[in-house]
């Protein structure tokens, strides 16, 4: 819902860095959040950006462009265990969340 | 602790049957929810529990019938289902409404598989 937008699949190396976009309807917009899922387990919080910069937490980054209804995760330092798909999820108002279909990120050696 | 616990983890049931999923959460979260997520599929919202009241029903058919007994337990009746309801439902609980404080913690999920 919410034409929330992710790309399908992204392949880097180990060591790299990969940014991940995303893109949603602004209307309603009330915070956006990034989330790691491995296969057949839940999602994990990564980062949030309620406001227009950059978020950094470690290897993580989270950017946010609100006018441009606009957001990307940077994943610095590649590691295998990067492997997994990151999932943008937007809350609108009232509590409504909704994630992009995820995009899924291969690290090769 | 951020630990929201889901049991069971694997679910096999008939389409008469009755059954409930459970989810709690002790981190004094006051939101819960209920997602759906087919195979390769982002979460779908069903349900939102705000302060122990029903606040958002994604138009969910009414097999499956939500619960909020208190502020910690969540449940998810399920009563005559499809199997096209098969899938992975993950229950998630954050601690407020503002945005800031509304980082949603999930469980490891119910796997759900109907006959």
């Known amino acids: 819902g919410q034409n929330i937008d992710q790309p399908t699949e992204m392949t880097a190396t180990e060591g790299a860095i990969v940014q991940i976009n995303c893109t949603y309807q602004?209307?309603?917009?009330?915070?956006l959040f990034w989330y790691q899922q491995h296969a057949g387990e839940a999602p994990t919080f990564l980062s949030y950006n309620v406001l227009d910069g950059l978020e950094e937490k470690g290897r993580f980054s989270s950017f946010l462009s609100r006018s441009k209804g606009y957001s990307y995760l940077l994943l610095k330092e590649l590691q295998m265990k990067d492997s997994a798909s990151y999932l943008c999820?937007?809350?609108?108002?009232?509590?409504?969340?909704?994630f992009g279909s995820g995009t899924k990120l291969n690290v090769k050696p | 602790d951020t630990e929201v616990t889901q049991t069971p983890k694997h679910l096999v049931m008939g389409m008469t049957n009755k059954k409930s999923l459970k989810c709690e959460q002790h981190?004094?979260?006051?939101?819960m929810y209920w997602y759906k997520q087919k195979a390769k599929k982002p979460p779908e919202l069903m349900f939102v529990?705000?302060?122990?009241?029903?606040?958002i029903n994604e138009s969910v058919p009414s097999r499956f019938s939500p619960e909020c007994p208190n502020s910690s337990l969540l449940n998810l009746h399920l009563h005559a289902l499809q199997p096209e309801d098969s899938a992975l439902y993950l229950c998630a609980s954050s601690q407020d409404r503002e945005p800031a404080k509304n980082i949603q913690y999930f469980g490891a999920g119910t796997r759900l598989s109907v006959l």
């Open positions: 999820a937007v809350k609108y108002n009232f509590n409504k969340f909704y």
């Open positions: 529990y705000s302060y122990e009241k029903l606040s």
């Open positions: 602004t209307s309603g917009f009330n915070g």
């Open positions: 981190m004094g979260h006051r939101a």
